[in-house]
Nanobody, 123 residues
């Protein structure tokens, strides 16, 4: 059974950094592309960053480019999101997920999700 557990969220001030972790069991992180999504309060879930199956390609939504970095540790079977220069608009519940088929940027194309970790950025 595939299981994903996010951690590392918290309450920070604008300009601070956080590193989110996603511990994976039941499937290797190299088997499928993986992504971080987030759901801001009152809004739809949106993609944040994607890492390809071979780890060579990474994609970011425009608003986080240059501030966030997605990475993974194959030996630890974990996915990470380093978030720098956080802004209040980054406030959301952050989720990691395994891609199944189709568009990388559509949450409907992901088949396994963690429970999420809350990130709150104060101004």
């Amino acid at each position: 059974q595939v299981h994903l557990v996010e951690s590392g969220g918290g309450l920070v001030r604008a300009g601070d950094s956080l590193r989110l972790s996603c511990a994976v069991s039941g499937r290797a992180v190299t088997r499928n592309p993986m992504a971080w999504f987030r759901q801001p309060p009152g809004k739809e879930r949106e993609y944040v960053a994607v890492i390809s199956k071979n780890g060579e390609n990474k994609y970011y939504r425009d608003s986080v480019k240059g501030r966030f970095t997605i990475s993974r540790d194959n030996a630890e079977n974990a996915l990470y999101l380093q978030m720098n220069d956080l802004k209040p608009e980054d406030t959301a519940v952050y989720y990691c997920a395994f891609h199944a088929i189709g568009s990388y940027f559509d949450s409907e194309e992901y088949d396994h999700w963690g429970q999420g970790t809350q990130v709150t950025v104060s101004s």
